[in-house]
């Protein structure tokens, strides 16, 4: 069975940072490509970083510079570090991965960007 388990959400003031995990369980993890999402209140799910099975990555504009996707296939496990935290960077973080035609989300951590 497939599992995906995101944590490191929380409340966080302007310019601070958090680190996201997403534990992965049930898939190889090396096929996959992995990507972060976010939903903010009101709006729709959107793709925050992607990382490939190769370790290439990709942004989205309003993160470059401030967050970093990366992977440990040792430990089956993504994470994103998120510097220069904003406002507008609150938003449920949901973890995905994919590979062919297969796709799994975890359940989501709340990150609150707040003073």
């Known amino acids: 069975q497939v599992q995906l388990v995101e944590s490191g959400g929380g409340l966080v003031q302007p310019g601070g940072s958090l680190r996201l995990s997403c534990a992965t369980s049930g898939i190889i993890f090396s096929n996959y490509y992995m990507g972060w999402y976010r939903q903010a209140p009101g709006k729709q799910r959107e793709l925050v970083a992607v990382i490939t099975s190769g370790g290439g990555t990709n942004y989205a504009d309003s993160v470059k510079g401030r967050f970093t996707i990366s992977r440990d296939n040792a430990k089956n496990t993504v994470y994103l570090q998120m510097n220069s935290l904003k406002p507008e960077d609150t938003a449920v973080y949901y973890c995905?991965?994919?590979?062919?035609?297969?796709?799994?989300w975890g359940q989501g951590t709340q990150v609150t960007v707040s003073s």
């Open positions: 995905n991965a994919y590979y062919r035609f297969s796709t799994a």
